[in-house]
């Protein structure tokens, strides 16, 4: 093919791949075989809910966290939100004081291991956000007063249910 009418130019370089690349060494690849230690189907020894509805039904979720090391996790939920129209501090704190009782079924080394993830939930478009300043206070001063990090969480302003007309209300709540 021409451009314009003129012959292509030729090769810049014009090696054969046999002098290039020469004799390469082939790739070796070694394969390993370990334990599972017991942990064949799944990762997760304890589900904390149900399979065939999402209820919860158990205090705490337990998982290895490999399937060839023999290192655990758990997972626990705390919640009071009927107590948080009264004292949102004191709601927080039971929440988190919930958690660390569903954890008792876990083994856990120290309350220093222990990682807590935040869910304030408030709805936006009603009165009382500002107790959502006070939860996050509460379990914060929980949270440093018993050793226990917390490396996540989030804010939720979920929607706004309406039935028959009305606005259903809910206390917010911390999960």
Same mark, same amino acid.
């Given at each position: 093919? &021409?451009?314009?009418?003129?012959p292509?130019?030729?090769?810049? =370089? ?5 002098? =290039?690349?020469?004799?390469?060494? %082939?790739?070796? @690849?070694? @394969?390993k075989? /370990? $334990? $599972? ?6 990762? =997760?020894?304890?589900?904390?809910? *149900?399979?065939?509805? $999402? ?11 490999? +399937?060839?090391?023999?290192?655990e996790? #758990? ?20 929440? !988190? ?12 080394? &120290?309350? +220093?291991?222990? %990682? #807590?993830?935040?869910?304030?939930? +408030?709805? *936006? ?9 006070? =939860?996050?206070?509460? *379990? /914060? ?13 989030r804010? !939720?302003f979920?929607?706004?249910?309406? /039935? #028959?007309g009305e606005?259903?209300?809910a ?5």
């Amino acid at each position: 093919m &021409s451009l314009g009418g003129l012959p292509p130019p030729p090769p810049a =370089v014009n090696l054969e791949l046999e002098k =290039v690349l020469g004799d390469m060494p %082939k790739k070796t @690849f070694e @394969f390993k075989r /370990f $334990t $599972t230690h017991g942990v064949c189907d799944s990762l =997760v020894a304890q589900q904390r809910n *149900s399979l065939v509805l $999402t209820d919860t039904t158990a205090d705490v979720l337990a998982i290895a966290q490999t +399937y060839i090391d023999l290192t655990e996790g #758990a997972c626990a939920i705390g919640e009071q939100p009927i107590k948080g129209p009264v004292d949102p501090k004191a709601m927080a704190r039971l929440a !988190v004081g919930e958690a660390l009782t569903n954890l008792v079924w876990a083994k856990v080394t &120290s309350l +220093y291991d222990v %990682k #807590a993830s935040g869910n304030w939930m +408030y709805l *936006s478009k009603l009165d009382g956000k500002g107790n959502m300043y006070d =939860v996050c206070n509460g *379990s /914060f001063e929980a949270m440093i007063e018993l050793g226990i990090a917390i490396d996540g969480g989030r804010t !939720v302003f979920p929607w706004q249910p309406i /039935f #028959a007309g009305e606005v259903v209300k809910a206390p917010g709540i911390l999960l």
